[in-house]
């Protein structure tokens, strides 16, 4: 895998590295470096703020929204607790890459925390860490341990005079508890359903508190961002889209797995690292973004660059980082059953478009598939779908019904063969 | 104060208010389901999506906060859209049942659904089926009619303090159910039925009973605790079919107790007394009125002339109304008795100057900072009252107590002082010690007392109140003399939790004794030559059971003016039929001293009749003046004068001052006799649904005597008290008791073989 990263990684580097998961290996290569000179210094708040907002670094799990901007919002002469929330409940169908911060490169996590949580006031810090990965969780308690045993975390970090603590939250693998603030519901012990907003975690959180919350690559890459300054950071990327950022290349590619490249790498360059479409094939589709980014045909595709920007501007998004890539061989009508049926089971049930709507797109697509689609079926996907988007409590009601949208909006007549004929255009 | 535009109206809100607050003010309608007044936001509904300038999606009238300058469309054509859509959505897994829906009528669902729902549905897939859950005897579902408001779940959780039901599973799977399979029990779960705005939740008893439009609503009051809740009598064909709570703010909010809701179903039990009855050679005989109060008359008479006046006592319920209460103690005056009483559960006579009440209005319970609850099983009691001091405590207040049971409130507890209730006046004498009232003895404060004392000194509005266990406590006149050096050291106002709906009432009206009259106690420990009693189970609902027993089987003479037959009253020589509250006109006096006037909502069964008739007759046949009353409004007007107006002057909590001496050495072993939640009084004891859900009543003890006894959880054992017979309960460990605590309910047939409600008690095992 080292053969494909290009030095211009953030998160990974210790790939390569003997013991990449060490204490040890992290501060041979400059780690701590950040928070030791932070805390040294005593440098004010204001300045580590805006230096992440001049790296323009863009969330890392979905959405996108500045870094700098999110911490902006924290309230600063607030009295009382705050907290910082690592999301690691990564969940999307398609991503696989905070798992791996976690195993590789554990402690620069640690450093992004500890530096948010000094920049951001916060008393204390959890790592949400979704239910179905372990080894991960196990590596998360371990970096913990040796952080703490090096006066890196807990009371008066480093002579500081400063305390601070982290803590792993171990889920029990809702796709919805990625949300932010179901997941604030579940490490207070609820049912993970998301709240309604207003109010923003900023100013009642975890526990009512004002709390941050931010994916777990988005931390890692805070120390990064701290050493080499936020205009380093930028120009890795491209304007507005700072950094590089990890993206999970899944599917029909011949060497699927994590690239961490700069923002605005060609889709080409990447597809061509992970070794091209498999067996010699034709790419048909690809999701950029994770499962609830909508679908782009191929030859659309292979125009683009990898950034916020320029997938936003193509009608999708780059979400995650979710590369899922589709050959010539796929059944889009299968491929939407698989899908919706995976937004049906994880809706929370909590609010109506959602709980009634996902499970009736499902079950239309379902028939298609199985041969008993009726003409009127995708106009009514396209209308259900405008019922739910926008109507829900959060994002996972339009999650839901950007594949289906843009599946029958790209492959039409994908759909309209399989209601005609009742079997597949693909092989037939 | 932001001023926003909805619907062309402008609207200027309280800071803080919603878009929702704000389309009520203005009197415009937005359909909702899950929101509710009185219950936290849950915005999961969506029905109440509107158009708001500047927001790029239609947004929850119900969750967004109305800020200056906002402008708001209800009815625009894209909020219309996203309501239908939403109801759409509602629709598709919702049955077609409404034909044999008890809902059907006054279904929120149905009636938005011909506002903003299709002619016909485009949903061609498979429906929903949800599994039955059983919640017990009271609440019916059908939960494939849920539509996932979540107003139950929350209701039970912010209202009742108890999460008896929560929503399991996620997404279409998702169901409202109560955990392990447990049923709902909370004392005020009937609630969820009104606020269930489909046809889900529905009351088990009424079910398939009635149609809505089929019945006319009247009001009432009830007739149960001493709140006062306002009620809706639904009759049809001059039957009560259920029973609604009738809003009223200040008294019951929106919500009525469980006891409330279903003790109607008592009005057509099978033990309803519709004819006079009379005793011939020991047989009970029909008889018509004329003969059967002239046989009174003349007993009465006869008695008062061979033994005095002296010789007749009067025990009255005081769930009766004022003017009921009031005719009969002026029959017994008439009689020349001054035993009259309607406290039939107090062991001492600890009459104060005035009459006793709340000391403060229901609604400013919320708003105290301190409370110091002594000897009230407030849940039991109280249920609504318990909510409004459940709500304080949410808010910051600081509740304290003394009991002999440390039951779940609900609520955080400050402090507690949890002993058998002999030592309760030891204790409140510790509080006072620790406010330095000057004429307790030497007394060594304990940490708990010391806590209690210090969490009073703070804060500014503050109650002491007295519970039924304290009033009906054998040192009741110490425990009250202590609570009001209490109350008067750290600044609290003293209040009574009235027992019954016209505690106050019977208190005004001079149901009690006079100079040379008996109370309650010892007139049945003393036992008269004759009797009269009104709406009263004396061995149900007397301090001590058996001794109430012995006493009637000894008089001579009895007469009881009662709504049913009962076990307690065969002792009787004569049973008048009289008209439970549904069938009277009347009054009472809540425990804040508010007088609620009532019509009659069906007429008297069979040949029963209000009670004030009957006394009138009886007064008249007695040769007795002033009974020439030709409606309850003139009988209201003698007994009381000014109305409302008149009460407040009469209220006084101050008791008789008493010695303040460490209290007498009690037995090792005492009963905790509390009346039982549903076994208040003639209707509860008799409604089917509220037995089943009270269950089986036991004897509880605390750990170690339970370990002493060495016993399985369940198993029956005997308990018995002086004066009675033994009693063969199961046995239930119950870590919150006081040690040397024996709880056996009172007011129920388990108790009724018992003698004090708070004295001596053996328990033992059986042999076998």
Known sequence: MSLHIPDTQVCLWTLGHENPSSLATYTAHGGYEAIRKILAEKMPAGEIIEQVKVSALRGRGGAGFPTGLKWSFMPRDYVGDKYIVCNTDEGEPGTFKD???????????????????????????????????????????????????????????????????????????AYICGEETALLESIEGKKGQPRFKPPFPASFGLYGKPTTINNTETLASIPWIMRHGGQAFLELGKPNNGGSKIFSISGHVNKPGNYEIPLGTPFATLLEMAGGVRNGHKLKAVIPGGSSAPVLPGEVMMDLTLDFDAIAKAGSMLGSGAVIVMDETVCMVRALERLSYFYYEESCGQCTPCREGTGWMHRIVRRIEHGQGRPEDLEELVRIGGNIAGRTICALGDAAVGPVVSFVRHFRAEFEYHIENKRCLVGA | MPLIEIDGLQVEVAPGATVMDAAHQAGIAIPHFCYHKKLSIAANCRMCLVEVEKAPKPLPACATPATDGMKVKTHSPLAVEAQKGVMEFLLINHPLDCPVCDQGGECTLQDLAVGYGASASRYGEAKRVVTEKDLGPLIATDMTRCIHCSRCVRFLQEVGGLMELGMAHRGEHAEIMPFLEVHVGHELSGNVIDLCPVGALT???????????????????????????????????????????????????????????????????????????????????????????????????????????????????????????YLFAKVLRGLSSESIDHRLAQAEDARGEGVRWLGLSIADMEQMDRFLLVGASLRTEQPLLAHRVRRAVHAGAQLSLIHAADDDLLCRVHAKLITPPGAWVHALAQIAKALHVAEVEDVRVSDAA?????????????????????????????????????????????????????????????????????????????PRHAYVLMGVEPELDAYDASAARAALEAAEFSVALTAFRAPALEACDVLLPIAPFSETAGCYVNMEGRLQCFHAAVKPQGEARPAWKVLRVLGNLLSLNGFDYDSVEAVRADALPQGQEGIAAHLNNA????????????????????????????????????????????????????????????????VRQAGGRPVRLPIHCDARLAEGVVRVPAGGMAGADLGGRLDAIFIEREEP
């Open chain 2, 203 to 325: 009351s088990k008893p009424f079910r398939y009973t009635a149609r809505p439009w089929e019945l006319s609503r009247r009001k009432a009051v009830s007739p149960h605790d001493g709140l006062g809740a306002n009620l809706q009598l639904h009759v049809k064909n001059g039957r009560v079919m259920r029973v609604l709570p009738q809003e009223n703010e200040p008294i019951n909010e929106c919500w009525i107790p469980d006891r409330d809701r279903y003790s109607y179903q008592a009005l057509h039990s099978a033990e309803r007394l519709t004819r006079p009855l009379v005793k011939e050679g020991g047989q009970w005989v029909e008889a018509g009125w004329q003969d059967a109060l002239e046989r009174v008359a003349r007993k009465l008479v006869e008695i008062r002339k061979a033994r005095g006046g002296a010789a007749i006592g009067g025990l009255a319920s005081a769930h009766q109304t004022t003017e009921e209460l």
């Open chain 1, 99 to 173: 798992r791996d911060i976690l195993i590789y490169n554990p402690h620069q996590l640690i450093e992004g925390m500890l530096i948010a949580g000094y920049a951001l006031g916060a008393r204390a810090g959890y790592n949400y860490i979704h239910g179905e990965i372990f080894e991960q969780y196990q590596s998360w308690e371990k970096a913990l341990e040796e952080a703490r045993a090096a006066g890196l975390l807990g009371h008066d970090i480093l002579g500081s005079g400063w305390d601070f603590d982290l803590h792993a939250h171990h889920g029990y693998g």
């Open chain 2, 655 to 718: 008791p008789v001052p008493a010695g303040l001496g460490p209290a007498a050495a009690r037995a090792d072993l005492v009963r905790l006799g509390e009346t039982g939640l549903y076994d208040l009084d003639p209707l509860t004891r008799r409604a089917p649904a509220l037995q089943a859900q009270a269950g089986a009543a036991v004897v509880s003890v605390g750990r170690a005597l339970f370990e002493q006894l060495g016993v399985a959880e369940g198993t029956p054992v005997r």
């Open chain 2, 450 to 526: 010391r806590t209690v004392a210090e969490s009073l000194l703070g804060g500014e509005r503050k109650a002491v109140l007295l519970g039924a266990v304290a009033q009906n406590h054998p040192d009741a006149g110490r425990l009250q003399v202590l609570a009001q050096a209490i109350a008067q050291a750290s600044g609290a106002s003293l209040g009574f939790l009235a027992v019954a709906a016209n505690s106050v009432g019977a208190q005004l009206v001079g149901v009690l004794p006079g100079a040379q009259g008996l109370n309650a106690r010892a007139m049945l420990q003393q």
